[in-house]
């Protein structure tokens, strides 16, 4: 049976899933975090994203990203591909270090955008990986590298997200 087709159209707000295979750590370390989050930003200039929250935990990552063409799918694909290409020859592993394939949830722009925002953004608050008390210990906040795209919207990011901050990257 084939799976259902996604639904994709321009200016479509998806909050995007994946973790690792077997629930296991899939960035080991800063680094792996860090390549990740410059391939996303590959992946966002290339596909003419908007990435309006992400973080990144040891073992999966969430995204809310805004489309601008019908191309999640596409980009998807090539955001994890690219992705376990890398980090595969770099640790010279074969395998697929992700459980499968992706969740993307279908959002409305506006407060529903903005409350996965917060969830996203909160996540590591919730996994008790960082203390609310103390917002610099062990988060490091990271740029994509289409961040004056990005950035060119920044009142969104506020009004959606109650942040100037588009992600964070937890090791």
């Known amino acids: 049976m084939a799976r259902p087709l996604r639904i994709e159209y321009p200016g479509a707000c998806y909050h995007v899933i994946n973790r690792g295979n077997y629930r296991q750590p899939l960035f080991r370390g800063k680094g792996a975090a860090e390549a990740f989050v410059r391939t996303l930003g590959e992946a966002a200039e290339q596909f003419r994203w908007r990435v309006h929250a992400y973080v990144v935990m040891s073992n999966h990552f969430h995204l809310a990203v805004e489309l601008s063409e019908t191309n999640l799918s596409l980009g998807m694909k090539w955001l994890q591909g690219t992705w376990i290409r890398r980090h595969n020859a770099l640790r010279q592993v074969i395998g697929r270090p992700f459980q499968g394939r992706y969740k993307a949830l279908l ?3 506006g407060p529903a955008l903005g409350q996965v925002c917060h969830y996203i953004h909160l996540n590591p608050v919730r996994a008790r990986l960082v203390d ?19 950035q060119a919207d920044s009142t969104t990011w506020r009004d959606r997200c109650g942040s100037n901050t588009p992600g964070r990257v937890i090791t």
């Open 132 to 150: 609310p008390a103390k917002p610099n210990i062990r988060r490091h906040v990271l740029t994509l590298d289409n961040r004056a795209r990005m």
């Open 107 to 109: 959002l409305e722009p």
